[in-house]
């Protein structure tokens, strides 16, 4: 199922994905700015959020949780301690990872 969120009227709400792995809820904060909090299905936990810019497309995590996540930096697992890297980033809510390719 493709859902369509560009006609999301600014400060509408859509689940977007709702599986056994995430629920993914859109939020449209204004014209150019989406908003989705990816959540535990089995406890409803808030486990990231993600920033979209609604004209080029572009994602943007600003929070995610340490402990649900593995996070790792071009295939290698890293530490909370670790600090920010700067690259691609993909998450997958069924192995609960998030790698950073830089």
């Given at each position: 199922?493709?859902?369509?969120v560009?006609?999301?009227?600014?400060?509408?709400?859509?689940?977007?994905?709702?599986?056994?792995?995430?629920?993914?809820?859109?939020?449209?904060?204004?014209?150019?700015e989406?908003?989705?909090?990816?959540?535990?299905?089995?406890?409803?936990?808030?486990?990231?959020?993600?920033?979209?810019?609604?004209?080029?497309?572009?994602?943007?995590?600003?929070?995610?949780?340490?402990?649900?996540?593995?996070?790792?930096?071009?295939?290698?697992?890293?530490?909370?301690?670790?600090?920010?890297?700067?690259?691609?980033?993909?998450?997958?809510?069924?192995?609960?990872?998030?790698?950073?390719?830089?």
């Amino acid at each position: 199922m493709s859902i369509d969120v560009t006609n999301t009227p600014i400060g509408g709400t859509v689940v977007v994905a709702n599986t056994h792995y995430i629920k993914s809820i859109f939020t449209r904060a204004s014209q150019s700015e989406g908003l989705i909090e990816l959540r535990d299905p089995s406890t409803g936990k808030l486990v990231m959020k993600v920033s979209i810019d609604m004209n080029t497309g572009v994602q943007r995590p600003t929070w995610f949780d340490w402990d649900f996540w593995t996070v790792k930096i071009n295939g290698k697992q890293i530490a909370r301690e670790a600090g920010a890297a700067q690259g691609s980033m993909r998450w997958n809510p069924e192995s609960r990872t998030i790698d950073i390719q830089t």
